[in-house]
């Protein structure tokens, strides 16, 4: 997705990760082609860092639980989890899973 913002530069949001419900082959494996003999022209700069997540943070996470974006939770690899099972939780997102655990201290979501 391209986004213009205000100053007129494009800027490309998201979460860059493989994506096995994209139409492509190489978008499910999260590659993407930039024509550079085209782009060049247009003298592009390229930076890259994190987005200010904790300016929308709370926006996204009641999107996620509340279903707004069912396809999110399945790219992302959600688990809505108890409270009791987040020790053992952390201790597997410390191993380099990909799961993204949800705290769901009160059982209010469904899971």
Do not use: C
């Not at 139409?23 to 993407?32: C, F, L, R, V």
């Not at 996620?64 to 952390?90: C, E, G, H, Q």
Request: charged share 20%.
């Amino acid at each position: 997705m391209v986004q213009h913002v205000p100053l007129g530069r494009p800027e490309s949001v998201g979460v860059y990760s493989v994506d096995p419900l994209a139409k492509s082959q190489a978008e499910q494996e999260g590659t993407y082609s930039i024509d550079f003999g085209k782009a060049w022209i247009k003298s592009p700069r390229i930076a890259g860092g994190q987005a200010p997540i904790m300016h929308y943070n709370r926006e996204l996470m009641m999107a996620i639980l509340w279903d707004r974006m069912p396809y999110l939770s399945a790219m992302l690899n959600t688990k809505v989890i108890s409270l009791d099972d987040a020790p053992d939780a952390y201790a597997t997102f410390d191993t380099g899973v990909s799961e993204k655990f949800i705290i769901d201290p009160h059982g209010f979501v469904p899971a």
